[in-house]
């Protein structure tokens, strides 16, 4: 089940009122949209994800909830893409953006596309449901790319300070064979890193599985595009929050903020990002990561 990280902070800090027009433009499963339409009447959302079952089953849940259908619209496609969505619902502003940077826990779970080191997949890692032969996927990345670009991504996307020996290895392992699922990339990363690193705290293909899903669907550049879009689509006193999960997206956010404020476009909500408390990390340990940052246009 996945559980909206920050809910109740994220509802407060974007002070909703009756008639405001809300994007969530990372709609999951309707969490945080939920929380909204519930939390008051009046309000029209618009929700984007990029993954058809999030639109339906968040549909579901919406319905489910007792919220009317005609104060939403649903939409298939990517955040950066959210001016478009408004002028298709009839809507020239927003007044409230939400942007839930996390991947859902069905994706993480469920999904079937590799997303997680802890089921064997095939290496997809893509939002796309269905993907096909044309279709860019980890596969692609870690079959064809050079070792160098490989390497780069890993440290770049994932922090990982043995980025080049884990490049090395992958180049070596397809040249025996294909590296086709995620037993294959897990396999290959523990044995390229040190015994100790294998005892840390967290899993050593962490880091690389995030730089690959990162690389694959372009979420970095989707969330300097989104924040542009979404500052431009926000009326005068509007509010953005975002909730980003590593520091590679946190720092865009911050830094993005702080560019806006330097340009007098408005100003952050608090000095420093709001953090999931002891009992909401105790019920979702996933939620541990979890910064949110709100941004009050002027």
Do not use: C
Request: hydrophobic share 35%; net charge positive; proline share 3%.
């Amino acid at each position: 089940m996945h559980q909206a990280v920050l809910l109740q902070e994220t509802i407060d800090g974007l002070d909703l009122k009756a008639g405001d027009v809300v994007i969530d433009g990372t709609l999951g499963r309707a969490g945080h949209a939920i929380g909204a339409l519930l939390k008051e009447k009046g309000i029209f959302l618009i929700g984007i994800d990029r993954d058809e079952d999030a639109i339906e089953e968040s549909r579901k849940k919406l319905m489910g909830a007792g919220v009317d259908p005609k104060s939403f619209r649903l939409f298939r496609g990517n955040f950066r893409n959210m001016d478009g969505f408004l002028k298709e619902s009839g809507k020239d502003h927003a007044d409230k953006i939400i942007l839930d940077l996390g991947l859902s826990s069905p994706h993480l779970d469920s999904s079937g596309r590799g997303f997680s080191f802890k089921k064997n997949e095939p290496l997809l890692m893509t939002m796309e449901k269905n993907p096909n032969k044309d279709s860019f996927t980890a596969r692609d990345i870690v079959n064809t790319w050079a070792q160098e670009d490989i390497a780069n991504v890993i440290y770049a996307y994932g922090d990982e300070r043995y980025s080049r020996r884990i490049a090395k290895a992958i180049v070596e392992r397809r040249q025996k064979k294909s590296i086709e699922t995620t037993d294959d990339l897990v396999d290959i990363v523990s044995s390229s890193v040190p015994a100790i690193y294998k005892r840390g705290k967290i899993h050593p293909a962490t880091r690389t599985f995030q730089a690959l899903r990162i690389a694959v669907n372009d979420e970095l550049d989707s969330l300097k595009s989104a924040l542009e879009i979404g500052l431009k689509s926000l009326k005068t006193g509007g509010r953005m929050a975002i909730i980003s999960f590593h520091s590679l997206e946190d720092r865009i956010v911050k830094n993005f903020m702080k560019e806006a404020q330097k340009n007098d476009y408005g100003e952050p909500f608090t000095k420093k990002p709001i953090v999931p408390d002891f009992e909401e990390i105790s019920q979702n340990p996933r939620s541990r990561s979890a910064k949110l940052r709100i941004f009050i246009k002027q």
